[in-house]
């Protein structure tokens, strides 16, 4: 079989639905050419390639093979389709995932024949994506028919997106938030226990700037380690061979391009990453909120001290 090519999908979050859109369009693809195969014999009423008019002649029937491989060892490959979409129920247990399309006919309507073959392979693991195919005499069939995969495929978000991007801003400002929260319940108690005998307490309210600078200091330093073993641990496996370099440009785009060679496949230890990955979004979405309306408590509150 000649005609060899290779499709590449990079940077792109694939989920178990765009697995099961694209298993569906090759089954689809199948049933297309089973149906053609049938036509073609019934019209010539089954009889042998060579005393009949083929267009869609097999000697080997077309298929579809599903393989499947689990973390703990186990294996299925199969044909059936239905096994094949149960067994993705469990994402977080699979290993790998193959799917095969093999469609082979041959026809003599110009009195020679000629030989049509066409392959489909994919491959998935949780951060690549191998999709290759085969051809014989079918290069605008696989043309449409790899196209539709590759759009489907590459349908997806990028993996290096702006949360991955700004991370180190992100779990800033989330620490901040959340420090923000605890310092202002601080604040409430401290307000108080103002004009009594604590001349500390009575001293931070004499110096307004002092109280609220060191509020945002305190703020920071509380919130991102409160927090830092949360947002970490969303973020694991996301960020997955992304290094903490931040002292050059150089390390640190060498990484993120590196990065962005890879997917995201949302089986294995990645099965849940796209739930992290919103989590992190809302998080990130409310901390920005807490933090305006700390400035602005922030705000009246050093204006009225400063006043009084």
């Known amino acids: 079989m000649n005609n060899v090519n290779s499709f590449l999908v990079q940077n792109k979050i694939i989920t178990i639905d765009q697995i099961k859109e694209v ?20 019209k010539n009423n089954n009889a042998s390639f060579y005393s009949g008019h083929y267009k869609y ?71 690549s994506i191998y999709f290759t195919t085969q051809n014989e005499n079918m290069n605008n069939e696989l043309y449409n028919m790899s196209s539709y995969i590759n759009g489907i495929l590459n349908s997806g978000e990028d993996r290096f997106n702006s949360l991955i991007k700004h991370r180190f801003f992100i779990k800033n400002i989330i620490g901040l938030a959340a420090g923000s929260i605890l310092t202002l319940l601080v604040f409430i108690i401290m307000l108080f226990m103002k004009n009594g005998e604590s001349d500390t307490i009575n001293m931070f309210f004499e110096n307004p700037i002092i109280l609220t600078l060191g509020g945002w200091v305190i703020a920071f330093a509380f919130g991102t380690t409160i927090m830092g073993s949360i947002v970490n ?70 204006l009225v001290l400063s006043i009084i």
């Not at 290094?243 to 496949?265: A, G, L, P």
């Open 23 to 42: 298993s569906e369009y090759l089954k689809k693809t199948l049933n297309y050419y089973k149906d053609l195969i049938a036509q073609d014999y019934e």
């Open 57 to 127: 002649y097999v000697y080997i029937k077309p298929s579809l093979e599903y393989k499947i491989e689990y973390t703990d060892g186990r294996k299925i490959d199969t044909q059936d389709e239905y096994v094949f979409l149960d067994a993705l129920n469990e994402p977080q247990f699979i290993y790998k995932i193959e799917e095969r399309l093999y469609i082979a006919f041959e026809d003599n309507e110009d009195g020679q024949t000629t030989k049509h073959c066409i392959s489909i392979s994919l491959l998935y693991t949780s951060g």
């Open 233 to 302: 641990n969303l973020y694991n496996n996301i960020e997955d061979n992304l290094k903490d370099i931040t002292n050059t440009s150089t390390y640190r785009d060498h990484y993120e391009d590196n990065y962005k060679m890879f997917n995201e496949v949302m089986i294995g230890k990645n099965y849940n990453n796209l739930e992290k990955r919103k989590s992190l979004e809302n998080i990130y979405s409310v901390s920005k909120k807490v933090l305006l309306v700390r400035l602005g408590i922030s705000l009246i509150i050093l």
